[in-house]
Nanobody, 132 residues
């Protein structure tokens, strides 16, 4: 089973930046997708962004488009979420999630792709707090 470990969370001021990392253990397939989800207290889980390993397909939630950027280092099986111009509304627990093989392909063709049920493996989460 794929193990995912998040790092890089913490406290930032509004307008500041943080970079989250998600390190994945070895995948069985070369074709995989890794995404970020977040959940704020009292709110539903929200898909933030995802990236596909093979062709670097990405998708972002409207709420973060233009501020967040997702990237992948295939050699390290690590995905990064660069979060710029942070807002207090970005405060949440952030979770890394992944799928591989046919499940990863299914994410690419899903509408919308950022659905938690499409991702098979999940990290334990990391806290991000943005203050005014």
């Amino acid at each position: 089973e794929v193990q995912l470990v998040e790092s890089g969370g913490g406290l930032a001021q509004a307008g500041g930046s943080l970079r989250l990392s998600c390190a994945a253990s070895e995948f069985t397939f070369d074709d995989f997708a890794i995404g970020w989800f977040r959940q704020a207290p009292g709110k539903e889980r929200e898909g933030v962004a995802y990236i596909h390993s093979y062709d670097r397909t990405t998708e972002y939630a409207a709420s973060v488009k233009g501020r967040f950027s997702i990237s992948i280092d295939n050699a390290k099986n690590t995905v990064y979420l660069q979060m710029n111009n942070l807002e207090p509304e970005d405060t949440a627990s952030y979770y890394c999630a992944a799928s591989e093989g046919s499940a990863a392909t299914a994410i690419k063709v899903a509408i919308p792709p950022l659905l938690g049920v499409l991702f098979d493996y999940w990290g334990h989460g990391i806290e991000v707090t943005v203050s005014l």
